[in-house]
């Protein structure tokens, strides 16, 4: 364990998961003067893909975990990235994309799940811009996607 932020998050009961690789032609992060840009981590865990449709298959609790998993896996990202969570200095803004049913409104209270979940892991430096959108499909039939830009030092 680093620092500060992975012994929240041990406290929160979560362990860091390596990064994945991805599963198409980009790459994970890109660094951009002072700021990582973390391409749209799904909802899989341990190798298990968190499907569903809100509104359809999924409720709304299931789907914050989903974007609960979401947000592990970018904090996966970043380490890899930077090797160091205490290295971050303010998360900017999440893009989160949640799998609905054409009537389901709700996906802002779905992205909660990773919104809170960055604001517990770095405090204050976790509060963020964000966009909580409805799609019609994601890869792999996912729940949720979640992508970042994240401040560094």
Known sequence: ??????SKLAS???TVPVATAPAANYVPTVISGNQLWVSGQISI?????ITGKLGV????????AAARQ???NIIAQIKAALGDLDR???VV??????NSAPDFVDQPKVVNGASDLFVEAFGDAGRHARSAVGVAALPFGVA??????????
């Open 1 to 6: 364990m680093s620092g500060t932020v992975e």
């Open 12 to 14: 929160l009961g979560i």
């Open 45 to 49: 865990a341990d190798g298990k893909l």
């Open 57 to 64: 298959d999924t409720d709304i609790d299931a789907g914050k």
């Open 70 to 72: 979401c947000a592990i």
């Open 88 to 90: 971050v200095t303010r």
């Open 93 to 98: 803004k999440l893009s989160g994309f949640v």
């Open 144 to 153: 949720v996607e979640v992508e970042a830009v994240v401040e560094f030092a």
